[in-house]
T-cell receptor, first 115, second 110 residues
Framework: NAGVTQTPKFQVLKTGQSMTLQCAQD?????MYWYRQDPGMGLRLIYY???????DKGEVPNGYNVSRLNKREFSLRLESAAPSQTSVYFC??????????????FGPGTRLLVL | DAKTTQPPSMDCAEGRAANLPCNHS???????VYWYRQIHSQGPQYIIH???NNETNEMASLIITEDRKSSTLILPHATLRDTAVYYC???????????FGAGTRLFVKA
């Protein structure tokens, strides 16, 4: 049981290049999330997917697109990277509600530098 | 979901209790208080949550005031490995937009 996995771990892009960040979870969770974390800041929600086949915008969706490929996988795409998108990107999934508890499980993060 | 206010940083001596406060004065009746921590830029990790009663698990205790407008996370015997950023979050069950503030950076010192 690997939990939430993300690839790649590190990436350097030039301004204007595109890339896709991959995320997968093996816990059979319905909802999945993409966050970004800038230095010294908390996490900000980019997009989320409440269930397979649905996606919705979070706080900071501009410049990103997402695809919920299946129940396991949720990818984040940067079509034309900008230096302002330099950040650490975390994927997460949420366990089903049990006794009022919903736990978010996070991946190890992808560190992205846009030059 | 309601917002929270936490001190930006705190120190604690190793072996002593660490008490991390959180203010959530606009919390609604159906919102839970959750605590997560983030160690050295890893992904955040769930610690504990509660609605209105005090809670304890193997990692920590959570004390919620009677009016639910504030709470305290207690790490009873802090170790160096507890040095991390601690996030207090209020969230209703089934809500998808979890708001992580800047958190409290806890330094545990030998």
């Amino acid at each position: 049981n690997a939990g939430v996995t993300q690839t790649p771990k590190f990436q350097v892009l030039k301004t204007g290049q595109s890339m896709t960040l991959q995320c997968a979870q093996d816990m059979n969770h319905n909802s999945m999330y993409w966050y970004r974390q800038d230095p010294g800041m908390g996490l900000r929600l980019i997009y989320y997917s409440a269930s397979e086949g649905t996606t919705d915008k979070g706080e900071v969706p501009n410049g990103y697109n997402v695809s919920r490929l299946n129940k396991r996988e949720f990818s984040l795409r940067l079509e034309s990277a900008a230096p302002s998108q330099t950040s650490v990107y975390f994927c997460a999934s949420t366990s089903p509600i049990k006794g009022g508890r919903e736990t978010q499980y996070f991946g190890p993060g992808t560190r992205l530098l846009v030059l | 979901d309601a917002k929270t206010t936490q001190p930006p940083s705190m120190d604690c001596a190793e072996g002593r209790a660490a008490n991390l406060p959180c203010n959530h004065s606009t919390i609604s009746g159906n919102e839970y208080v959750y605590w997560y921590r983030q160690i050295h830029s890893q992904g955040p990790q769930y610690i504990i949550h509660g609605l209105k009663n005090n809670e304890t698990n193997e990692m920590a205790s959570l004390i919620i005031t009677e009016d639910r407008k504030s709470s305290t996370l207690i790490l009873p015997h802090a170790t160096l490995r507890d040095t991390a950023v601690y996030y207090c979050i209020v969230k209703r069950t089934g809500g998808f937009k979890t708001i992580f503030g800047a958190g409290t950076r806890l330094f545990v010192k030998a």
